[in-house]
C-alpha cells in the first residue's frame, strides 16, 4: 500500500486518523482493509496449528492481498478519498500543478518565483 501512495503521489505521512509517523497514511489506508484481510486470516492461521505464525501470517496476508486484488482497490480508494468527485461520479484530473502556503497563496507549480517581488503576484 505504501508503494501504491508514493506512485498516486500523495505523502505517506499525511495521516487523518494515525498521525505524528513518516507512514501514518499509509496505515489509515490499511485500516479499510484490515477487517477483510487481517483479521480472518489471523484466525485462518491459529486454526491451521501454524508452529510458525509470524512467517505463515505474512505469507498469508500476502497471498489475500494478491488473491483480491486489493492494490487497484487502493488506488480506486485513494483517489475518491484525495479528489474532488465530479457530479458525474468521475474524477476530474487537472492537468496543471500548483502550489500553495498557509497564507492562502497559489500559485502555478513549475516556475522560479525567487527573482519576483510579491507585488509580482
Same mark, same amino acid.
Given at each position: 500500500?505504501?508503494?501504491?501512495i508514493?506512485?498516486?503521489?500523495?505523502?505517506?505521512?499525511?495521516g487523518?486518523v494515525h498521525?505524528?509517523?513518516?507512514?501514518?497514511?499509509?496505515?489509515?489506508?490499511?485500516?479499510?482493509?484490515?477487517?477483510?484481510i487481517?483479521v480472518?486470516?489471523?484466525?485462518?492461521?491459529? @486454526?491451521?496449528?501454524?508452529t510458525? /505464525?509470524?512467517?505463515?501470517?505474512r505469507? @498469508?496476508?500476502r497471498?489475500?492481498v494478491?488473491?483480491?486484488?486489493?492494490? @487497484?482497490?487502493?488506488?480506486r480508494?485513494?483517489?475518491?478519498?484525495?479528489?474532488?468527485?465530479q457530479?458525474?461520479?468521475? /474524477?476530474?484530473?487537472?492537468?496543471?500543478?500548483?502550489l500553495?502556503?498557509?497564507?492562502? /497563496?497559489?500559485?502555478t507549480?513549475?516556475?522560479?518565483?525567487a527573482d519576483?517581488g510579491?507585488?509580482?503576484?
Open positions: 500500500m505504501h508503494a501504491v508514493v506512485a498516486l503521489g500523495a505523502a505517506p505521512g499525511l487523518f498521525t505524528g509517523h513518516e507512514r501514518a497514511f499509509v496505515y489509515d489506508i490499511a485500516d479499510l482493509y484490515k477487517a477483510e487481517n480472518p486470516v489471523a484466525f485462518d492461521v491459529v @486454526a491451521s496449528g501454524s510458525d /505464525i509470524g512467517a505463515d501470517t505469507r @498469508a496476508v497471498d489475500r494478491h488473491d483480491g486484488a486489493i492494490l @487497484a482497490r487502493c488506488v480508494d485513494i483517489r475518491m478519498l484525495l479528489l474532488q468527485p457530479p458525474g461520479g468521475e /474524477i476530474e484530473e487537472e492537468d496543471s500543478l500548483r500553495w502556503d498557509d497564507s492562502g /497563496i497559489e500559485l507549480a513549475g516556475r522560479n518565483y519576483i510579491e507585488a509580482d503576484f
